[in-house]
């Protein structure tokens, strides 16, 4: 609603090896996964071999009906996607599951991350007189894949075949006439992991709140690098990728992934208060109550709360009913029309020293009306902590923080600035440090690329990561 | 979501004086007041004299397009509605405002409330040989005072002179040509209040959340018994009906009202709190943790929590896209799909005893399914607490808490058989008392009828409270 | 599509005595009724004496879906109609059936046609306190019914008491809980018959062009001034306003009426094709072809050629997929994008000498671009024949033949100017003589005042015949 | 509506070569040719080389709204297509145009026609790693000339190097972002035009009723086998590959194209007049009047008539209003509504002997549906005459005249039993003969494999014609 950054897609897959309401499995997790991918989704459905499909633009409760939900049927298996694409002009043919027919059948992929190669990937296989109908490099991927179906004895081994020339982050289902398999890149970068019903059907899921939603129990997390098949033959783990420089985006669990869900064995929700206490500890403040940007700040700021003592509170109403059908008020109406998304509630802020409590600023745009809202409601002072280090350096691995003029954190040079720009008396980011300590006590490492500028693996030099994200261009 | 109670009604007048965007001012103002009613709404407007007008079944971003927003256009004067009807089947005529022509000229009507008098009233008009195109007791109201208009001078002496005859509950807003007439009965049981924008429009809505939502400021809430006129004449208050008994429902405090208004003085946020910290007085518990069901229960809790000194935690994550347009799963699904609309945070709850607030329980079923949740999350305990008494006897005065078969707490004899019920270790209802004190600390008396069976006025006896509402039957 | 003249409604009747599924009856019947009205339409359900309606605005096949068809179900009666209104500015309470409670029960109205004293009608209930949902007179004509109901012993009586204060149109059918009435003017303007079903179901149209829809055999007209009650009694005929001065509408033979319906036992199609045979007779052309303007014109061109012994031919191809969601050309192309909706077939035409009949001019702008069109085509000469009389004055029994200043017959002084502004080499009209005879053929007198400026009944002097059809005024 | 056979696409093309409203262009000309494929359409615009375009199922009217229209915006080139799919199941990624982006540039492919070695072309490039988004024969097409691209100096050079391995019907026109290439296989199975607009404009159309849409004039038709490219550098023809066997379908004339429509010279309207003048020639009826059905039998009833000197009358009215939108009536009113659609008018038949013209019998219900409703009418004698050959063979070049179980010529052994199965006193169909005079007229040579069995070129053998119009088989 306030223009955050986003992730860019989650993946969903069902085995159930027999006929079963394969889609409605899938309809259920997208809706658990809808917070990773607003902009299109879709659902492919396997039954005895026959794939059926549903696409479009929206949300999934937009773009799935009764009628289609019925007509996508049962099957054996079923993948879904939620996508969120970064550029205004939407291509029809970038949404996910990808279905195509190869030599030896048919697959459909569904893909979340982004590959760094994806460019030499898509020359290579053009200049072998390849077509591509999408801007997405999910293509290119399904075109390596099937090159090396054409030898490999299997799907998965092709797949398997295919990863070391696959460079970046993907976290992918991938369902074919009769196998489902789940893979994730050697530095697993994007989350996925897997579980199973009491009725026995597998559920891979870019998150454990999508297995939640469909009952499933939590198995474990694919492993970085891992190919996971599910077939008539059972499970099946092939591991020769594994082993490689772990590297899962800091980010997801101060930001992306939704509370509820369990990322390598450690609760969303929990680091999030984590990082309201690390702040509190960092960057304390002399204030009277600790009040939530809702609903991204809320955890944190009763992380600071706890570790502070003081107060928490609620201090907004975030109306649930202004969604995408909102009309913008006309020019006239726009200066006033400011507290129709968010209004604060006056009791708990007027003559009080608040802190205010989010997990980012992107543009600062949103931030600084909110400020104006609390001290228009009597707050006396206002002091901003945010629960995840600045934003300076784009992301090349499946989110939108992207271009350095859009990111407030990089057009001004300090934060004594950016705070002055957003009107608030204090304000602090979470250490880098601290996130690190946040993400360490799971024993795991991080891609903080968007933080430090490190990157896990190389990235292309001077060249927008965006390349074929744009309207086609063509030569003659 | 999850079937609780409703309010009725909510109402929005704007009074510009001169040609301003008052489409736009009741548009975003029913958005605030959407949660008093989501069946229908409709906004109608005046221009020089001339009524536009555009009502419909659904939500205010179900029924307003932006051509239809456009058509309504700028005007002096508008008046808008949102409604919420007990029974399913929907009548279109029922939908408010009512607009009508009579002998003396337009006038368009808004009603929050039920009048105890309504069949009479009807009967009465019928009589002399009126027609009714709906079955809700506006109509009657508007053959009143239309009555009372042939030969009164005004409306607002037409209203006047109608009040008498008009029993029960009625917060309302009339448009005329040239006036805004909003007026509330003597007992005052529906809120209404009224402001001023920085512009001058003045602005009357059923609560002052409507008021922020359009950037105008709270003067005060209209008497019980006030008619207030506003017109080219300024601001001129008929207190002729004034100094009766107060009788608020209390209910609007600890349940129907958003948080961030004020009603009568008070902050209904600030009621929700008390109400926990009440509750933590009169039922305290031994526990871990204090939790509330999203998003009723939250307030509470947080008052429980500090008035307890348990520690307040996030109980659940509510999945914000599940809404109406979600799909029913399948029977085989149902079972599987408990997740869907709300999850248990896992981290919280585990291996904990719980303190479970809400601000009802109606019939149960929503509440025993959200405790087997917990349990199956490995809370150790679950103490449920309820933020207000239990309901008990039905309102006539315009909510849809209604017949005794749908009440857990009339169905069941004892509170120790609702908690055996809804399978909780502990149950303890705020006691009337409380409410009364939480009431009390405004210099008020309410209507808690639904409590205890103490109306403020007679109430029809042996008889359906909603006669009307019901598919017309016919003579001969 | 070319902006012609319009018929105001249609109204449709069935009663089953017994569950039946009446609301498809009607819906099949208002198909077959829909060139009598396309801008709102609607149909009322009586289960048992509990009534069920749907209206809205639009096309029969755009207001009814599956849902809603099967949400008015079955029962023993049903009304539908179809509307025209001649404003802009459409009243979604003006649409029909209107249903209505009143002291005895429930009533729905459906009414085709105009009433010339609807504003004193109005005047007078208003001053009694009446109000008024809508703007048109049907709401007038219920509450003169209802007023006389009051004392009446029936529904039917109250009708024949009511029908001396209603002057002018009205071929009527109203619902009760157990009975089906169906009344017309004693002039008898608008057509109304009724016929009978295999299985038993009365079935009351506008034409019966409907009753063929439904599979019912035509048994007769209602009579001018005739009552005929439908109810557990069977058929019973009220005549006591039987006898005036008949006078159908000519207009409905030669023009609005469908080809298919027999009115008064005459065949539509016949008259047209008379109409064709006098114009040839009364104004030969030398031609090498006839043409007809789809699909108005057809019908008399056929007889002018089957008359004149010149060939008939097809002169144009209609796109039958440009409807209503066609979007208009940008000015770019609007010169370029003539021939999207009517194109020459140039074989019939080039270098031909052509009739080109139709079977009126409203405004003369859609004909003369016909007539360059034909042109452009190739044709030598074009000699236009209209097969009605000009329309000079306006008419006050329910069409929209209004304004003098939208009709070229009144701007243009004479026969020869009208020519040379649509371009055309000769025109003539059919004499009002001639129409006299094809009506004349039947043995019935008509009324013609659209022709003639003759009325059969006093029309309003010196007021515009929509008064109340704009947006509604208001006092104060 | 009365499920006859169907042409399989539609396609159109402009040229501006500088900015203009092509998408408006290519709007118009697709509701022209709209009757050509009614299942899905898209148009993609080429401005300055970016593509931009839109696709969707339904209708022009329902696919393309004024938002859709606008974003397509202005841009030098255009391309557009409207399909009808045979089977039930549709693929979105069918839907065309095809856009597509390869080692060259981008290119918009749209087909009108049928390749006869879609498989082992499929095959051929799958075995070389290539995959398939749809299942239509678009991509192995595209496939094949992309293939070519790789090493032509051209696109155009791309496409006249891959005609050789393109064996079966296609009339095609592709964009690049600067050249519109128009190309037609040998045999002309499928009509191809062009022609330009007064401003300079260059269309290219299925049919030349698509051109008179946009204001354009006819210049020629596109040879078979020839490839002309619109570009910066003006109209170039490539003949390479003309001069083959000449095999227009002689269906367009007697059947598919729209009558206004002119095709190798000749008018599609004259054709069917000439086909009921051939009709009454070689099978003449005792008879007082013929009626053509509509509206595909009307222009053969009149040359019929002319040729018989037997009276032409206006047999049936068609409900416009009856759509897609239609609501089936239940199994109980069925029986009833049979004159919904298609209502005889009574006075044309009634006691006459009837000769009823139509341009096929395909399973012959709808028939034998229409001559019950005659005689019910009080026809006298129904006398079928049939304006082209019965249909005795699949087409395997862009039709879906089928299999032959549909076919009631297949399935009856002679002219005989089809009239005693339709319920006809008589029954004759035109002669191939006669078809081949009304063709030969024209001095072309035309495909009557539908009639025959003998095809221009080889058909395969031993396999259905719509291999891969099904759901998606998938391997392992």
Not at 68 to 92: D, M
Not at 218 to 236: K, N, T
Request: with cysteine; glycine share 10%.
């Amino acid at each position: 609603m306030f223009g955050g950054l986003h992730e860019e897609c989650g993946v969903m897959g069902i085995f159930a090896g027999r006929k079963a309401p394969v889609a409605e499995y899938a309809y259920l997790g997208l809706y658990a996964l809808q917070h990773r991918g607003q902009e299109s989704c879709g659902i492919a459905v396997s039954e005895d071999g026959l794939f059926r499909q549903h696409r479009g633009d929206g949300l999934v409760a937009e773009v799935f009906s009764e009628e289609q939900l019925a007509h996508l049927g049962q099957g054996s298996i079923a993948v879904g996607h939620v996508r969120y694409s970064t550029t205004g002009g939407k291509n029809p043919n970038n949404i996910q599951p990808v279905v195509v027919c190869h030599v030896k059948g048919n697959m459909a992929l569904c893909h979340n991350g982004n590959l760094v190669n994806a460019n030499e990937l898509r020359r290579a296989h053009e200049l072998k007189g390849a077509i591509f109908h999408g801007t997405a490099d999910t293509e290119s991927m399904i075109y390596t894949i099937v090159g090396e179906r054409l030898t490999a004895p299997s799907t998965e081994e092709a797949v398997a075949r295919a990863m070391p020339r696959l460079q970046g982050a993907y976290s992918c289902v991938l369902m074919t006439a009769t196998k489902l398999i789940a893979f994730r890149d050697p530095n697993g970068f994007r989350p996925l992991c897997y579980g199973r019903t009491e009725s026995g059907e597998f559920i891979v899921a870019s998150e454990s709140c999508a297995l939640d939603a469909v009952g499933a129990h939590l198995i474990r997390d694919i492993e970085p690098g891992e190919i996971l098949v599910f077939s008539g033959q059972g499970v099946q783990s092939d591991r020769r990728h594994c082993g490689g420089r772990r590297a899962l985006c800091v980010f997801e669990y101060i930001y992306f992934a939704r509370p509820d869900s369990v990322i390598e064995g450690a609760s969303v929700h929990a680091a999030r208060l984590m990082a309201g206490k690390f702040l509190a500890k960092e960057s304390p403040a002399q204030a009277d109550v600790v009040i939530g940007v809702p609903d991204s700040g809320l955890d944190a700021a009763l992380g600071f709360a706890q570790q502070s003592g003081i107060r928490y509170g609620v201090g907004f109403l975030k109306n649930k009913y202004v969604g995408r059908s909102f009309i913008a008020p006309s020019q006239q109406m726009r200066e006033k029309a400011v507290r129709i998304k968010l209004n604060v509630i006056r009791e708990t802020v007027e003559g009080k020293r608040v802190v205010l409590v989010d997990d980012s600023i992107v543009r600062g745009t949103t931030c600084s009306r909110i400020v104006r809202l609390l001290r228009d409601s009597g707050a006396k002072e206002v002091h901003m902590r945010v629960s995840a280090p600045p934003f300076k350096h784009p992301c090349y691995f499946g989110t939108d923080v992207d271009s350095e003029e859009n990111l407030i954190a990089c057009q001004l040079d300090s934060v004594e600035e950016i705070a002055r720009a957003i009107g608030v008396d204090s304000l602090a980011y979470l250490s880098i440090d601290a996130a690190h300590q946040i993400a360490g006590l799971q024993g795991m490492s991080y891609c903080d690329g968007c933080f430090t500028g490190n990157y896990p693996i190389a990235v292309p030099a001077g060249q927008s990561k965006h390349k074929f994200e744009q309207p086609i261009h063509s030569g003659n």
